[in-house]
């Protein structure tokens, strides 16, 4: 027998781009290291992967408490830009 889920998943929205922000910067931190000042998330290379959030092929999931609401985690993915209709290669 199972326990009940002590979270909640729900899907990302535009709204949430200030969260994913956060993900990423910790992301990107390496263990031992100093952190990297939060300027580091403007360089295309990791801004790629939150600037914008909600296009349409936008896919992600947060994770959290579900009574205190805590972040717990989240998992997001999109297609590149030169992936979609429009995107130029």
């Given amino acids: ?3 009940p889920a002590d979270y909640v998943l729900r899907a990302l929205t535009g709204e949430d781009e200030p969260l994913l922000w956060e993900m990423l910067y910790q992301a990107i931190r390496l263990p031992g290291s100093e952190a990297p ?3 580091i998330m403007q360089r295309p290379e990791y801004a790629r ?3 914008g959030w909600g296009r349409p092929a936008d896919k ?3 994770a959290q408490e579900k009574n205190q609401g ?3 985690g989240a998992v997001w ?3 590149p830009v030169e992936c979609e209709p429009g995107g130029t290669p």
Avoid: S
């Fill in 1 to 3: 027998m199972f326990a």
């Fill in 37 to 39: 000042g939060r300027e």
């Fill in 49 to 51: 992967y939150v600037q």
């Fill in 60 to 62: 992600g999931y947060i």
């Fill in 70 to 72: 805590a972040l717990l």
């Fill in 77 to 79: 993915l999109r297609a």
